[in-house]
């Protein structure tokens, strides 16, 4: 079976224009995550769905970082008016459930270079 | 908050040598603790978990014990190889909140033949 899947993997836009990162997690899986990797940092969580809750948006580093979900399907992280300290990697990781010893599978991320 | 704070690298050891990576953490409720690895060109992959007290995570001849007492979860190998180089990342889920992984900065290790 597939993975967790990204697209692009990789994304160079100028500072001020918008971006949109997206991510079809494994079949069947309910809960969808997004981290972000700075360079030479840890992973940073910003947002979960689980379902069709509405998400905990409390992680998200400002109010130009959107995210959407349809139902238990495809994602979209969205990033208006990029920034230069927007440039990272961005991870996605689906799970079955939402859950702390639920594995999560990471897709292989989407580099953004803001100029 | 949570977090986690693992050795920094990178780490250069030769084949079949000993290895450890050291991991603390901080957490507010009973966390579990997990070892994602990073191989050259892919994708984060689970190593290893535990989900209480002195539980030990294997797979692939690492080892970790989830250590209440000293807030500790260190990575070990008796005997690595080549195929072992990677970047590791120790990582805690807090049963108690939003459910997203806290990570470690991440240790690259090299291992030499």
């Known amino acids: 079976g597939a993975g967790v899947s990204q697209s692009p993997s990789n994304k160079v836009t100028e500072k001020g224009k918008d971006v949109e990162l997206r991510c079809d997690p494994i079949?069947?899986?309910?809960?969808l995550y997004w981290y972000r990797q700075r360079l030479g940092q840890g992973l940073e969580f910003l947002i979960y769905?689980?379902?069709?809750?509405?998400?905990?948006k409390s992680g998200l580093p400002s109010d130009r970082f959107s995210a959407e979900r349809t139902g238990e399907s495809v994602s979209t992280l969205t990033i208006q008016r990029t920034q230069q300290e927007d440039s990272a990697v961005y991870l996605c990781?689906?799970?079955?459930?939402?859950?702390?010893?639920?594995?999560?599978?990471f897709g292989p991320g989407t580099r953004l270079t803001v100029l | 908050g949570d977090s986690v704070t693992q050795m920094e690298g990178p780490v250069t050891l030769s084949e079949e040598a000993f290895l450890t990576i050291n991991c603390t953490y901080t957490?507010?409720?009973?966390?579990?603790l997990f070892w994602y690895v990073q191989y050259p060109g892919e994708g984060l992959q689970l190593l290893l978990k535990?989900?209480?007290?002195?539980d030990k995570g294997s797979n692939k001849g690492f080892e970790a014990t989830y250590r209440k007492e000293t807030t500790s979860f260190h990575l070990e190998k008796g005997s690595v190889q080549v195929s072992d180089s990677a970047v590791y990342f120790c990582?805690?889920?807090?049963?108690?909140?939003?459910?997203?992984?806290?990570f470690g900065k991440g240790t690259h290790l090299i291992i030499q033949p």
């Open positions: 990781a689906s799970s079955f459930v939402q859950g702390s010893t639920d594995t999560q599978y």
């Open positions: 079949s069947g899986h309910t809960a």
């Open positions: 769905f689980q379902g069709n809750s509405a998400p905990d």
């Open positions: 957490a507010t409720g009973y966390p579990s």
């Open positions: 535990a989900t209480k007290a002195d």
């Open positions: 990582a805690l889920s807090d049963k108690r909140g939003a459910d997203g992984l806290t």
